[in-house]
C-alpha cells in the first residue's frame, strides 16, 4: 500500500500476556518510530530506527517494552506481561530519509489490557 | 522539559467562522522543525505542515494558514472559512536536528480538539 499500516487495528489482551504489534512502513523509508498515544493526550516518543539500527529508545517506559525492525523494513513493538497501564493507543510513523523529514503515521494500534 | 503548549483544550465554531489555533513551544536549540498534524475521529494523524526554524514566511494552503512568530516561539494555524469535515483534533508538535540531523522524534502538544458545528 501507499501508506504506513499497522496491524492488528485493536488487541485486547489478559493482564501478564505478552503482545506484539506490527508496523510496515512506507516503501523505502529509512527512519521508523514508535510513539504512545494515551486516551486525551499528545503521542509521545519510544524509539526511533534508522534503517535496522535502533538508535534511540530512551522514551520505552519499562523493559517490557522491545523494538525491532530485522531487515530495515517492518518493525515489531513488544510489550511483555503487560499491564492495565500500557492500554494506549501505539501509532507508528516513517520517514523517508533523516528524522526530521516529515512522518507519515500509521493508523495505530488500540491495546486495552483488562 | 522542552514543551510544546496548546492553550486551547476544546474549540466549538459554527461552520464558516474563522478559527485559530494556538501553538507554543520551548527549545534550546537554534535548528528545529515545526508540525501540525489533524487526527480526525478515525485515529490517523495527517499530516498538514512541516516548518523549518529559519523559514518565518507564514505559509498559506487554501483554507489553511500558518503564522511562524520566532521572537514569541509561537506557531498558531487558522482554518479560514470552517468547515464540518474540519472537526478534528489538531496536534502542534517539534522535533530537534540532535546529532547533525539524523533523529528528530516530535513532541507533540496536548492537541485542541475542534468542533465545527452546522
Known sequence: GAGVSQSPRYKVAKRGQDVALRCDPISGHVSLFWYQQALGQGPEFLTYFQNEAQLDKSGLPSDRFFAERPEGSVSTLKIQRTQQEDSAVYLCASSSGQGTDTQYFGPGTRLTVL | AQKVTQAQT???????????????????????????????????????????????????????????????????????????????????????????GSQGNLIFGKGTKLSVKP
Open chain 2, 10 to 100: 476544546e474549540i466549538s465554531v459554527v461552520e464558516k467562522e474563522d478559527v485559530t489555533l494556538d501553538c507554543v513551544y520551548e527549545t534550546r536549540d537554534t535548528t528545529y522543525y515545526l508540525f501540525w498534524y489533524k487526527q480526525p475521529p478515525s485515529g490517523e494523524l495527517v499530516f498538514l505542515i512541516r516548518r523549518n526554524s529559519f523559514d518565518e514566511q507564514n505559509e498559506i494552503s487554501g483554507r489553511y494558514s500558518w503564522n511562524f512568530q520566532k521572537s514569541t516561539s509561537s506557531f498558531n494555524f487558522t482554518i479560514t472559512a470552517s468547515q464540518v469535515v474540519d472537526s478534528a483534533v489538531y496536534f502542534c508538535a517539534r522535533s530537534e536536528a540532535n546529532d547533525g
